[in-house]
């Protein structure tokens, strides 16, 4: 057994987008993506299926020409290669859950270069 905080040392930056694995478990790495308002990730894909849990705040979530507002309390599953961005509406705190397979520095590199 493991228990983790989603909520510890939450510090937004004005630079950029913050990154950080949480938790990692036979089967899935968990991610906290933090967005100050008005931050984007750029658009990108991930080579095997996501979970995009926002656990506060609000989120502008494009898929192709399609934008999803997702707030609080809000998930959203992508199936691998399906291009999406992240736009905040409100400072967020939003969960990635990645498969086990799926490199951490990649998530890393898109919010480096947004």
């Known amino acids: ?4 905080s989603f909520n510890e040392n939450i510090e937004y930056s004005d630079n950029r987008v913050d990154t950080k694995i949480i938790l ?4 899935s790495k968990e991610i906290r993506v933090l967005l100050k308002n ?10 095997y299926p996501i979970i995009v849990h926002i656990l506060e705040g609000e989120i502008d979530f494009g898929i192709g020409d399609e934008i999803k507002l997702l707030q609080t309390g809000d998930i959203i599953t992508l199936e691998s290669n399906v291009y999406h961005d992240l736009t905040a509406k409100k400072n967020s705190i939003v969960r ?13 590199k898109v919010a480096d270069n947004s």
């Open 38 to 47: 008005g931050q984007t990730m750029k658009e990108h894909k991930a080579p």
């Open 1 to 4: 057994m493991n228990i983790k």
């Open 24 to 27: 990692e478990t036979s089967f």
């Open 96 to 108: 990635l859950t990645l498969s086990k397979l799926d490199d951490v520095s990649r998530v890393k």
